[in-house]
């Protein structure tokens, strides 16, 4: 900006002129600091009504790429600001932030300086609008620990399953209704008048439940924790919204959390969801640098959706089923029509794919049906297979399939076990190992199958068995369900939900439930015969310990071998093995043996109404651990992936950074991968890679039509970086 160029700009500011564009050059703002970018950036200063608008994020997004792109920053402390490294287009550009509504859209191309002027909210509920929804959520009054355990339809109107507060807690987070997506949405803080007319909320919220194809779903979780009381809870939650409450404000970002870059691209289509997404080899994060991105779109559809981050441009890879009588994985059938589809069925999926992994070839695994669930003889009893004879499969609902890149090739892998989330090992036959097995845990020695291409040879098994006779090794064991016995071993009934391979070649499983457990597997030499577990539960009514914690769901290992769990009880926690006092195995260690490997973490929300335990509302879907630093706050860097929060917790150093994704509101992922594509490169050259993963994108702040994105997080040293 010249010398010439200053006083109009702050003349323009003083009238209430909305945006002043100015030649690229040296600039000189109202503070007299330098705002200094280069031909692809957008920079310039955010004012208010009292000055420099500090903590605020500054969004320009585009139409004319392939895809839908928007690239969102947040302003220094002197209200400065640069979108960095923008592609060639027009974009629009706007101030949101707390205590704020949006300001009006300008047009401007890379090149340009901007002075922006936020637009203060002219009360508390349109400052509220763009509140994550976790803080909304955090006003639903939950029943008072006195209420439980439930008396019934004819009692309080709570299951008699609900034996505790935590019980019904769980249930309305990572145990049932934010399992699939956020409450606290506009689409579901209010009754839309779709609906229909009712004669009460609670009514409105009994025909809500049944919409759609996960009507079924839905209405029997609501069954679950006992139907009046649910309803009457959720009715008043949206009856009090109606009427004014709103919550409380969160903070503007601060310190790290201003240095945040966050890129987004449009892919899939409005009536598929996403689950997950990989970028990379978690074991190598360098593996297909710059490359494409890749996703997995559980029940919604059969194909890959695919970003090529370079080019802006979106495709697809159509997915296979190997014998065609393979059934769609959700039901067509639906309780009551979708507000937003009617009776359309738009979930369509075969394939059911859950979780994609990449190996260090640049070739993606994924979980996916291949055919009916109805196991072949090699899996059931009578088998041969070293697994089957040790715990045969009648069925598996879900298998393996690896897609090759290069060949453009899909193979399908029939596999005995189920198949839910997968991770490679670091050993020396690459092995893949699985959840969603039910009562096993399954793996594939990938090269020994690259090697013969013997699905059947290359897959193996084995149930939970704790060496409860603490002899060290694996013995006849009793069933979940049978006493102790001291001459014999005891098989746990959990299964795996999240599954991660520590660098010391034992494998960790996430159990769900309440309290659920960790889950540490040992494979020994010659699996299954030599393989043990041990579990660790969360401290839970445990005197013991010092913080209550319950229900864990993904989770995920660091270098030295802790693990990190979300909790339904609203904490990040590790488990540090290495500090238990007492025996990890033998007649006690069934659980709740040691509290000391626990440290629990409250996330950073408010908590439910009627709720004094430690924890908030949040319940993160999983957490990830940046073992090499993709980001750039270290290594060993665990990341709840905030799905109330509406953006990435990172605990650093035990407190928390916050990289809230603002636009559009109703962000929420289940899953981020890491990679390093120039590491020569600072900054630019590593990021965190996530979608958009919830299963109602309709919900979110642009509504029906509105597709999932992948969401790119970069952080650099400073918020004016370029």
Not at 482 to 500: E, Q
Request: hydrophobic share 35%; proline share 10%.
């Amino acid at each position: 900006m010249t010398n010439r160029a200053v006083p109009l700009a702050l003349a323009a500011v003083c009238l209430g002129i909305f945006w002043v564009a100015i030649p690229v050059g040296t600039s000189a703002l109202q503070t007299g600091a330098a705002v200094s970018i280069d031909n692809d950036d957008i920079g310039g200063m955010v004012t208010g009504l009292r000055g420099p608008e500090a903590g605020v994020w500054v969004i320009a997004e585009t139409t004319d790429l392939p895809t839908r792109f928007s690239r969102t920053v947040v302003t220094d402390d002197q209200g400065r600001f640069v979108v960095p490294d923008l592609p060639k287009a027009t974009y629009n550009v706007w101030v949101r932030g707390y205590g704020l509504v949006d300001s009006p859209k300008v047009q401007a191309a890379p090149g340009r300086m901007l002075n922006l002027r936020a637009v203060p909210a002219p009360n508390p509920r349109a400052a509220a609008d763009y509140y994550p929804a976790g803080y909304w959520y955090s006003l639903a009054r939950v029943p008072d620990k006195s209420e439980f355990p439930g008396t019934g339809p004819d009692g309080n109107g709570i299951n008699p399953s609900m034996k505790t507060q935590a019980d019904w807690i769980r249930m309305m987070k990572s145990g049932g209704c934010t399992t699939c997506h956020q409450l606290g949405t506009k689409g579901t803080r209010e009754l839309p008048a779709s609906l229909g007319k009712f004669g009460s909320s609670a009514a409105a919220w009994e025909r809500r439940v049944q919409s759609g194809q996960a009507g079924g779903q839905m209405d029997n979780g609501i069954t679950n924790m006992g139907r009046r009381r649910a309803l009457a809870m959720f009715a008043d939650w949206t009856d009090r919204i109606a009427a004014g409450e709103v919550p409380p404000a969160p903070p503007r970002p601060q310190g790290q959390e201003r240095n945040v870059v966050i890129t987004q691209w449009d892919w899939a289509d409005p009536k598929a969801y996403l689950h997950d997404l990989v970028s990379t080899d978690r074991r190598n994060p360098r593996i297909n640098a710059n490359g494409p991105v890749y996703g997995a779109l559980e029940l919604s559809a059969d194909y890959l959706p695919v970003l090529d981050p370079r080019s802006h441009r979106p495709s697809q890879v159509k997915l296979t089923v190997r014998d065609p009588n393979t059934p769609p994985a959700s039901t067509p059938k639906m309780p009551q029509p979708s507000p937003y589809w009617g009776e359309e069925v738009i979930w369509t999926s075969r394939n059911n794919v859950h979780n994609p992994m990449m190996d260090e070839l640049g070739r993606v695994w994924i979980t996916s049906a291949v055919r009916p669930a109805a196991n072949p003889d090699f899996c059931k009893e009578g088998s041969n297979h070293p697994s089957a004879k040790a715990f045969p499969i009648a069925n598996a609902g879900r298998h393996l399939a690896v897609y090759d890149p290069k060949t453009q090739k899909l193979t399908h892998i029939s596999t005995c076990f189920g198949t839910h989330h997968l991770m490679f090992a670091e050993d020396a036959n690459r092995t893949l190992w699985t959840s969603g097995g039910g009562q096993v845990v399954g793996w594939l020695n990938t090269k020994m199958f690259d090697e013969t291409g013997d699905e059947v040879k290359s897959q193996g098994w084995t149930a939970l068995i704790l060496d409860t006779n603490d002899n060290g090794r694996r013995d006849a064991y009793v069933e979940p369900d049978a006493p102790l016995d001291p001459a014999k071993d005891k098989r746990l009934g959990g299964a795996f939900y999240g599954v991660s391979p520590a660098p010391d070649g034992s494998v960790w499983g996430s159990v769900l439930g309440l309290p659920g457990a960790v889950v540490r597997l040992n494979p020994g030499p010659n699996p299954p015969e030599t393989t043990l577990a041990e579990v660790y539960q969360p401290p839970f009514n445990n005197p013991n310990a010092k913080v209550e914690g319950y229900s864990p769901r993904g989770f995920d290992i660091d270098r030295n071998g802790v693990a990190w769990l979300a909790l339904a009880s609203g904490h990040m926690a590790s488990f540090d093995r290495r500090k238990c006092r007492g025996p990890l195995n033998g007649p006690k260690a069934t659980g709740q043996h040691c509290p000391e490997g626990w440290t629990l973490y409250p996330e950073p929300l408010p908590q439910f109404k009627g709720v004094t335990d430690s924890g908030s509302v949040e319940a993160s879907y999983f957490t990830w651990v940046d073992q090499f630093d993709t980001l750039g706050l270290g290594r060993n860097v665990p990341i709840n992936t905030g799905n109330a929060a509406e953006g990435l917790l990172v605990l650093k150093d035990g407190k928390w950074v916050v990289l809230r994704v603002p636009y559009p509101t109703g962000f929420y992922t289940k899953w981020l991968d890491g990679r390093i594509d120039d590491p020569n490169a600072g900054w630019k050259g590593r990021g965190l890679w996530t979608t958009v993963s919830t299963r109602t994108p309709f919900h979110m702040e642009t509504g029906p039509g509105t597709t999932s994105k992948v969401v790119k997080f970069q952080l650099r040293p400073n918020p004016l970086a370029k």
